[in-house]
């Protein structure tokens, strides 16, 4: 039987990207100090713990995602000490702490990269990575294989060989069959455990095992590894979603184990949703995010189809289901949910966000809505920053600014995530609206200084104090209560009751009339509860009336 008293099973993880959340230092730069200022508003929010993004030492290829040093701070977002005090300040609030660890590849300023590239072919040195000789006389990659930021994975070094990337040419892959990595990653595990960090999300946990035996299959044309990715496969796609890699997993997870109370570790998984329920099996990791029910549309009958067969394959590994809506790989959802169904977000990030222009009422109330619907659902609700604001993507940012390697990558032909990763607006003022002294790293636009926390702290009515009422009233649903879903339901709603509380959820363009018992707790339109007719794109919370 699954542990319900595990805090993690129902708890509300917010994401924190280092680089955008507060900047202490002025140099436009989020860092560890700014966090810890304002960790005090993750906790009125109502949340259970926070998730950082790397904070390690990086030439930031990737965002912190090219880690050349995994014990230790970027001078650029503090220090150790500083690391340490964010951990206490988050303890003291009642939050619990989640780290980031990359272990699929390592920048190329690593120890370990540059002592490969000093070493000749076939050495120790080089058999933690992945490197092989070319095709044709070595003058070609080894492989068709394509990189997820675009381009081939393979970069040549001067001697000839070619080492495997999956992501940037600086980040490179590890060999996780070697022991080496195996142990170093244990201890790195402990480094930051023994610091008093709650859990670990483990970066791109489907890729670390390799199919490297000779000779390496290539995969033709048309392959796309930036969405839901192995399926079809049956875990022997030559490096997503192998079998392999959950003995990987299941080391984590006696290292997370081995402390008391036991840890907690989330997999960045974009395995298939059946493939997935595979990383959560009782001596693997405890939860991986929910990417089907991030990218389902706005439709009632698909997210019914969604919720339902995540639950139903949480169930079978006795695993809590998790949900999400944004991230900072993705669209924010505020716009990403208000664009119709058959639009390509790349193209739409391409023409700068206004073929078509979402509507910002419609983008407010949409956003609104699925807020509720996400908070309502039982398991684990992961909020990334922002999204307590109603933030929409930054859809225009212009192309000198962008700092996302899938741009330069692509040539140009995807935008990049540079969009969701805009500063926080803490105020309605200033060069950057409180994120820091100064200017920040990416331009905010003028419509943030009306979404600032600021702004919306003092208005009831704000998608702020939204989400606040609703972890308040989410806390009161028993951490064991189940989903029964509402047998005469409303065409266009999706309809569920969760202990105490039921929730409905219109996503048709028309009102649906309601039918109910109970007193309405919670409406995600402003000004109140409906009456006998729910407005498109708004949901509802109802108090269930108790037995007797």
């Given at each position: ?224 590894h930036h969405s839901i990715v192995g399926e079809g496969w049956e875990g022997d ?312």
């Amino acid at each position: 039987m699954p542990d319900t008293r595990a805090w993690w099973r129902n708890a509300v993880v917010y994401q924190i990207y280092v680089r955008s959340f507060a900047d202490a230092d002025g140099d436009g730069l989020g860092d560890l100090p700014g966090i810890t200022a304002r960790l005090d508003h993750v906790a009125s929010l109502g949340a259970d713990a926070v998730w950082l993004t790397p904070f390690y030492p990086s030439p930031m290829a990737d965002g912190g995602y090219d880690v050349a040093d995994y014990r230790d701070v970027d001078p650029g977002f503090g220090t150790l000490a500083d690391a340490e005090a964010l951990v206490a300040r988050a303890h003291d609030l009642g939050l619990r702490v989640i780290v980031d660890i990359v272990p699929n590849h390592t920048s190329d300023r690593h120890a370990w990269f540059r002592e490969a590239l000093a070493a000749p072919p076939g050495s120790p040195a080089r058999a933690r990575y992945v490197f092989r000789d070319g095709r044709r006389g070595g003058a070609a990659p080894p492989t068709d294989w394509q990189s997820v930021f675009g381009g081939p994975a393979w970069q040549q070094v001067p001697d000839g060989q070619w080492y495997l990337h999956l992501f940037a040419p600086e980040q490179p892959d590890l060999d996780w069959s070697h022991p080496e990595v195996v142990a170093e990653f244990d201890d790195v595990l402990r480094f930051w455990l023994d610091r008093g960090v709650d859990g670990f999300r483990f970066d791109v946990a489907h890729g670390m095992a390799k199919d490297l035996a000779e000779p390496l299959r290539d995969l033709g044309p048309g392959q796309v590894h930036h969405s839901i990715v192995g399926e079809g496969w049956e875990g022997d796609h030559p490096f997503w979603d192998r079998e392999e890699v959950h003995e990987v997993l299941r080391g984590f997870r006696r290292t997370t184990d081995s402390y008391t109370p036991p840890r907690v570790t989330v997999a960045e998984s974009w395995a298939a949703l059946e493939r997935r329920a595979l990383y959560t099996r009782g001596d693997e990791l405890h939860q991986a995010f929910n990417f089907d029910f991030l990218t389902t549309r706005w439709e009632a009958a698909a997210l019914r189809e969604v919720i339902a067969r995540s639950l139903r394959l949480a169930d079978s590994t006795g695993a809590a289901p998790t949900w999400v809506l944004s991230n900072h790989d993705v669209v924010r959802h505020a716009s990403r949910l208000a664009l119709p169904a058959d639009v390509d977000q790349e193209t739409w990030l391409l023409g700068g966000g206004v073929a078509p222009a979402p509507d910002p009422v419609a983008v407010e109330r949409r956003a609104r809505a699925a807020a509720l619907l996400l908070l309502a659902l039982p398991g684990a609700a992961y909020l990334y920053q922002g999204e307590e604001l109603g933030l929409p993507e930054v859809a225009d940012l212009p192309r000198e600014v962008l700092r996302d390697p899938v741009h330069r990558r692509s040539g140009g032909a995807r935008k990049g995530r540079d969009g969701c990763r805009v500063p926080l607006p803490w105020t309605a003022d200033g060069p950057s609206l409180g994120f820091g002294p100064g200017p920040a790293w990416l331009p905010q636009p003028p419509a943030f200084a009306g979404m600032s926390v600021q702004v919306q702290d003092a208005d009831p009515d704000s998608v702020l104090n939204l989400y606040r009422a609703a972890l308040r009233l989410r806390r009161r649903v028993p951490a064991d209560a189940g989903l029964e879903w509402t047998t005469q339901a409303a065409p266009g709603t999706v309809d569920f009751t969760v202990g105490p509380l039921r929730c409905v959820v219109n996503t048709d363009p028309v009102a649906v009339p309601l039918h109910h018992e109970g007193a309405p707790v919670l409406c995600s339109a402003p000004g109140g509860a409906p009456g006998d007719l729910l407005p498109p794109d708004t949901a509802v919370w109802y108090a269930v009336p108790g037995p007797g």
